[in-house]
């Protein structure tokens, strides 16, 4: 079974410059989360989708970062105009979703790691 | 918000030795998992407890839910050089539906 994938690995941009990252999810997870990982630490929620619908974004920077789930599939993060400070790892993960048994067993996609110039 | 005390924070052990690392919370949760991260990759799953005082075991790892659903460990035994990452704990809040995640235990292991 096909493990979460993120794309692209790896993307250096100028500050100011707008960005994208993709995540497809395991197959069959309803159940979505955008993570963004600084240096030296866990994991801090983004963004939870349960199918198309974002359920908790009271983390997402808003004036700058927008997240969708077209479809409820696959999921797009977009960072506008992206900061300095926006440089770090972006990671996605899907779980099996609400009223499964282990709706909260989460897996992690490679992430992609943002470089801000 | 929630927040874990993960320790150690960094261990550097012989291979062969046994490591020990947990987490605390001042608060109940209902979930505790511990991931590994290499360098250069996601978080991957290792251990997932649901129950107060499950012990759960996968090939070398051990943990457990702490019978008073604030604590958790994570037991690694006769370390071998591919042991080497950080291990990150993480929770389910009571009545909350958001992970929440330790800073982290880097473990470094000499062969």
């Known amino acids: 079974e096909a493990g979460v994938v993120q794309s692209p690995r790896y993307k250096i941009i100028e500050k100011k410059q707008p960005v994208a990252f993709w995540c497809n999810p395991i197959?069959?997870?309803?159940?979505l989360y955008w993570y963004l990982q600084n240096l030296g630490q866990g994991p801090e929620l983004l963004i939870r989708y349960e199918n198309e619908e974002a359920v908790d974004d009271s983390q997402l920077p808003k004036d700058r970062f927008s997240a969708e789930r077209l479809k409820g599939v696959d999921s797009t993060l977009k960072i506008q105009p992206a900061e300095l400070g926006d440089s770090a790892v972006y990671l996605c993960a899907s779980s099996p979703g609400q009223h499964h048994r282990y709706q909260e067993t989460q897996y992690f996609g490679p992430g992609t790691r943002l470089l801000v110039l | 918000g929630q927040q874990l005390n993960q320790s150690p924070q960094s261990m550097f052990i012989q291979e062969g030795e046994d490591v020990s690392m947990n987490c605390t919370s001042s608060?109940?949760?209902?979930?505790w998992l511990w991931y590994k991260q290499d360098p250069g990759e996601g978080p991957v799953l290792l251990i997932a407890?649901?129950?107060?005082?499950e012990l759960t075991s996968n090939g070398r790892l051990t943990a457990q839910f702490g019978i008073t659903r604030k604590d958790s460990f994570l037991n690694i035994s006769a370390s071998i050089p591919s042991d080497v990452g950080i291990y990150f704990c993480a929770g389910r809040p009571a009545g909350s539906e958001k992970l929440v995640f330790g800073k982290g235990t880097k473990l470094t292991v000499n062969p």
């Open positions: 407890l649901y129950k107060a005082g």
């Open positions: 608060s109940i949760f209902n979930t």
């Open positions: 197959s069959g997870h309803n159940t």
